[in-house]
């Protein structure tokens, strides 16, 4: 029995929000209407219709969509903060980005969400001891949507990456909750060291595109990264860093960078 959409609205607002721009997305434009529906609409919940749309992007040859859904289904049922993930980053694409005006945007066409998601069930498989096919799922991704996170990686929730191409994000690296990134972002390592060698992201930090952020080095919370900077040392909260080595600017940035998705930055304020 369909849930009644008072009921849905209260229970999932994401969902019936997703659902009710969804039809009229259909209404308006009848040629996508079938796709509309397949992805989104003939579906009960966000998670099952996320599900078919990745494995139908992710499958092919290789391992068929099928099986491909079949583990996307698993870890989605397996794990509920997989769910509430999706639902943050969800909001977190529509709130920040304002060339995004709904969640079906988002969910249908935006490869930053599409490569977080995707990752998200990478990252599950390889909690599972599943590498093989959660390094299958991280080769995937990089091809498909121009993104490299490595399964192992841990990523926190409404997190949003703008544009998304060319970001890379290591293996030890850690992005905590609200994170904000463009195009072009790279958390790496300096070279071929083992163990713990990629960066912490902290809450709330916003990273401009272009940035390289390399080491075992941490960028703290409410922090700021400039555009094309490149970051060899600690970030303290707050503080902005600009510039190749990079440089502090006075931490009195913006309260929620990544939120507020404010790049200006006056060059009179960059100590040496």
Known sequence: MAIPHERLANCDPVWAQLREES?????A???????????????DRLENALSYHLARKLGGDDLDPLLTREMF????????????????????VLDRDPACHSFAEAFLYYKGFHAIESYR??????RQNRK????????RISALFAVDIHPAARLGRGIMIDHATGVVIGETAVVEDDVSMLHGVTLGGT??????????????????????????????????????????KSVPPGCTAVGIPAK?????????????????????????
Request: charged content about 20%.
């Open 23 to 27: 039809q009229a997305m259909a209404n």
């Open 29 to 43: 434009e009848p040629v996508l209407a079938s796709f509309i529906h397949a992805t989104i609409l003939k579906h």
């Open 73 to 92: 289904e698993e870890a989605l049922n397996d794990d509920p903060a997989i769910g509430e993930a999706i639902r943050a980053d969800l909001s977190a």
């Open 121 to 126: 069930i990478g990252h599950w498989l390889w």
């Open 132 to 139: 093989p096919v959660a390094l299958f799922f991280q080769s």
């Open 191 to 232: 070279g071929k060291g083992a163990g713990d060698r990629h960066p912490k992201v902290r809450r709330g930090v916003l990273l401009s595109m272009g940035a390289k952020i390399l080491g075992n080095i941490e960028i703290g919370e409410y922090s700021r990264v400039g555009a094309g900077s490149v970051v060899l």
């Open 248 to 272: 502090l600017i006075h931490c009195t940035g913006p309260e929620r960078p990544s939120q507020e998705m404010d790049h200006l930055i006056d060059d009179q304020d960059v100590t040496g």
